[in-house]
């Protein structure tokens, strides 16, 4: 059953909606994003993205509405590993918490552009050349084992990213409020907070090499693929914002995510002769995750020094 353009558009339409509303309305007074309204907001996200589960389930049936449920739910968590490195990214600019959540919003229509292309792009790979399906299970058991070891490897791409911007765009020395754009000297120029979300953004694509991938093992239908992704980047925001305070606490979570992808590109691999079916795949998911977090709230803390 193919997906009419009318659901493409009215999925995006109720998006740009969302996010607008969020950005506007809600959040229209610059101010820090508390715990209790990141709890809510959170809620309120992994509500609508259920909400919109059922109404796959009414529209195309429960073996779709399954594939969605379990893109969501490896997409979300494979984009918690992105909010240690969101942190890692406001602190090193030194951003203000009360300009947090506008860089991440703004970096929603960001994600809705490149990631919309790239899953595009890997479904018509997958659909035409269905081998590329065994590189992308390749790449993700790579990737999972690499994930093992953590490297500086983020970093090192920030550092490019920083100074590429800085060599080719002009960017002001400070701060300008909320501002991402201002006049200096009769000349626009950037501001650090507009250089932020390129970072933020740039980062955005190189982890949606990994977990774009990671979902055709789940599906190779276009709108889940693409929904699924889009519904738990939505909610990454507000979730930054509840775990933020936390992230020293998931020592452990790395591993759970590199166990995923590892599971994942395996799955990818063997699909050819042995098929593992969506319920066991989301069980396994869980049970990774679930264990890395278990370990991660056990861990007896650092002794202050």
Not at 218 to 236: K, M, R
Request: aromatic content about 14%; charged content about 15%; overall charge positive.
């Amino acid at each position: 059953m193919q997906t009419g353009i009318e659901f493409w558009i009215g999925f995006n339409a109720v998006v740009l909606v969302l996010v607008a509303l969020d950005l506007f309305v809600f959040h229209r007074n610059v101010r820090t994003v508390g715990m209790r309204d990141a709890a809510v907001s959170t809620l309120a996200w992994v509500a609508l993205s259920l909400g919109f589960n059922a109404f796959v389930w009414h529209w195309r049936g429960p073996e779709k509405a399954l594939e969605f449920f379990t893109g969501y739910v490896l997409e979300y968590s494979l984009s918690a590993d992105n909010i240690f490195v969101f942190v890692l990214i406001f602190s090193w600019f030194k951003v203000r918490p009360e300009h947090q959540h506008r860089v991440l919003c703004w970096g929603i229509i960001g994600a809705l552009v490149m990631r919309g292309a790239m899953i595009g792009l890997g479904v018509k790979l997958v659909t035409s050349f269905s081998w590329t399906l065994y590189i992308f299970g390749a790449f993700l058991v790579i990737t999972g084992i690499r994930m093992f070891f953590k490297s500086e490897e983020e970093a090192e791409v920030e550092n490019v990213v920083v100074r590429v911007c800085r060599k080719w765009l002009r960017i002001t020395p400070d701060f300008h409020g909320a501002k991402f754009l201002v006049r200096v000297n009769g000349a626009w120029a950037l501001t650090p907070l507009a250089l932020t979300l390129i970072v933020v953004d740039v980062m955005d694509l190189i982890f949606a090499v990994d977990s774009i991938p990671a979902i055709f093992a789940v599906t190779t239908d276009p709108f889940i693929v693409y929904t699924s992704n889009i519904c738990a980047i939505l909610g990454l925001r507000s979730l930054y914002f509840l775990l933020a305070g936390l992230a020293d606490r998931f020592a452990y979570l790395h591993y759970g995510l590199a166990a995923v992808l590892t599971f994942i590109g395996i799955k990818m691999l063997v699909a050819g002769f042995f098929h593992i079916p969506i319920v066991l795949s989301l069980a396994i998911i869980g049970c990774c995750l679930g264990i890395s977090i278990i370990a991660s709230m056990l861990k007896k803390p650092s002794p202050l020094h």
